[in-house]
């Protein structure tokens, strides 16, 4: 079956440096969705790529999904504490079927 | 506004007991309603979804059962549970399979 992989699991970074999280996905994938899970809570819908080599920002968070629809990454530039938490993509084989999650990077950003 | 409630926060439960987690949509009609698990803090595994009322997938041969008596009420049961049933267990639900998941708040369940 389909499967998203996410790398890497954990990233320690200092807060102002910047930070990336890939996906990859074993087939190619119709869409893309990233969330972000804070500690202690429920992930939240961030974004939804879907068009072959999409980039999309939203202020230090930049989305991209790969040519070939079966990769994409969440770059954030110049970190700050309150990003914080675990990022995770989501991708759907087709337009019939349900999210599969990638594992998650959790992030932690010290001052 | 749509909203999404989750019941309850916090569970520990026996091994053995019987198990039921309720979630309810409101504001909207005919939604997609799923379940997840995740489990120690890591990744999201989908257990089940609805497109409507009474039609149930399950992605994953496992303990739990889910039901969706109501076209916004979902419903996740387990007649025995297991250690390994241990986890946070989220209700999210979306307009579409192509929209966004919007996720209830949790259940933390602990089996002892």
């Known amino acids: 079956g389909q499967q998203v992989m996410q790398i890497p699991q954990y990233q320690h970074v200092q807060e102002g440096e910047d930070f990336t999280t890939y996906c990859n996905s074993s087939t190619t994938l119709s869409n893309i969705q990233w969330y972000k899970q804070r500690p202690g809570g429920h992930p939240v819908f961030l974004i939804q790529?879907?068009?072959?080599?999409e980039v999309k920002k939203q202020k230090r968070l930049t989305f991209q999904f790969g040519e070939a629809k079966k990769n994409s990454s969440l770059h954030i530039t110049a970190t700050q504490t309150t990003d914080v938490g675990t990022y995770f993509c989501?991708?759907?084989?087709?337009?019939?079927?349900?999210?599969?999650f990638g594992k998650g990077t959790s992030l932690l950003v010290t001052p | 506004s749509q909203t999404i409630h989750q019941w309850p926060a916090t569970l520990v439960q026996p091994v053995g007991s019987p198990l039921s987690l309720e979630c309810t949509v409101e504001g909207t009609s005919n939604p997609n309603l799923y379940w997840y698990r995740q489990a120690a803090g890591r990744g999201l595994q989908l257990l089940f979804y609805?497109?409507?009322?009474?039609?149930i997938s399950s992605e994953v041969p496992q303990n739990l059962s889910a039901s969706r008596p109501q076209d916004r009420q979902f419903i996740l049961s387990s007649k025995k549970l297991l250690l390994s049933d241990s986890g946070f267990y989220l209700c999210?639900?979306?307009?579409?399979?192509?929209?966004?998941?919007?996720f209830g708040s949790g259940t933390q369940l602990s089996v002892l």
């Open positions: 609805s497109v409507g009322i009474g039609q």
């Open positions: 999210a639900w979306s307009v579409s399979f192509n929209e966004k998941l919007f």
């Open positions: 989501a991708g759907r084989r087709d337009s019939g079927y349900a999210l599969n």
């Open positions: 790529l879907v068009k072959s080599g």
